[in-house]
């Protein structure tokens, strides 16, 4: 991702700022399609992950669908070029002006999370003499093996219906006119590199299925949700096992003629393509710990310190033969907490990181951050809005 001519361009930009690398973008794109089309899988992207807009033209120029969670993104989704008939609708939390904006713009799918909301959405659904297609997502209980605040398929999470709803469910169904009912929807949790889970979460969709099918309801959409994880560990192996990952649900769910198998893929699309780069600002040697002192923070990449994320850093400066000469870098590492200017205790990217001796000045670059890093970015303290340059700007 970074050459020497790269980190020479990097002197000259005021930091922070999240690098876009497009190179990795289009590569990462170009793998899901061919990995996803070999099946006739439809791919949505969901929003949320990133949405810079230079990153969301890109990956509406590969026909994928949106994945959208409210309705601001509904509408920025159709804005960006997105088929309305490709674009879904997901969300806990649904407030009525966000279904109205979501029926006016025609989109294909909401996917519902409660009884309650089936029957909102129908209701809004007749006030406009429409009818709103409809997928049930339900909560199959899978574990998804991931970090316990990126769950999302368990009994004990806010999202989706049970599967002891069912009956009430299916009673809705039949009974409500401005809704039809177009498939089944699940989305388990997030960074999930076990294909077991996958494995375990078609097994459900299967049985959930024909629980549907069972009781005369025709399926024509089985989303599997997203939730692909990636390799934060090895930001240079850029592209997630899209084959893998696609190969389990073509040998283990039971697609019947007709029926379309569709996913949700946020992070695994975009998470390599961009690493935030900032500069040291102090070095706080204590007795027991080594400070550095970034000008980036929580308020630029908050991953960290929500939910405990791991992410690759590097000292590019020093790493690269940009560095200033005179500077005799011992060759050792040096462990340091790499912390950022908020004012908060949990200000923090990384305890203990072994890196080569650091300067004020360098520059340093926290990786595999294109996936929910810009997009949660926030101006606390009165931050300056965090900046985006493109690998094709900079050469
Ligand atoms: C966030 C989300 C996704 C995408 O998750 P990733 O881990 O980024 O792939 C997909 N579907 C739904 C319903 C989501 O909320």
Redesign the pocket.
Known sequence: MFNNNTIQRFKDIETPFYYYDLNVLKNTLDACRDASSKYNFHVHY?M??NFNPKVVDMVQSYGFGA?C?SGNEVKAAIEHGFDKGKVVF??VGKSDKEINAALDADIFCF?VESVQELEIINELAAAKSKVAGVAI?INPNVDAHTHHFIT?GLDENKFGINTWQLNEVAEALRSLKNIKFLGI?F?V????TDMEVYRNLCTRINEIGEWFEDRGFAIKVLNA?????VDYYNPDTNIPDFKSYFEVFSKFLNVKPGQEVHF?????LVAQSSSLIARVLYVKNGQKKNFLILDAGMTELMRPMLYQAYHSIQNLTQESSIKNQEISNSGEAIKYDVVGPICESTDCFRKDVDLPQSFRGDLIAIRTAG??GEVMASNYNLRDKVESVYSETIG
């Open positions: 969901a949320k992950a994945d969670v997901a969300g996917n997502r999302t929807h989305h949790g997030s960074q999930i949700g997203g939730g692909l994880g949700e893929l946020g992070r695994a996936a929910y």
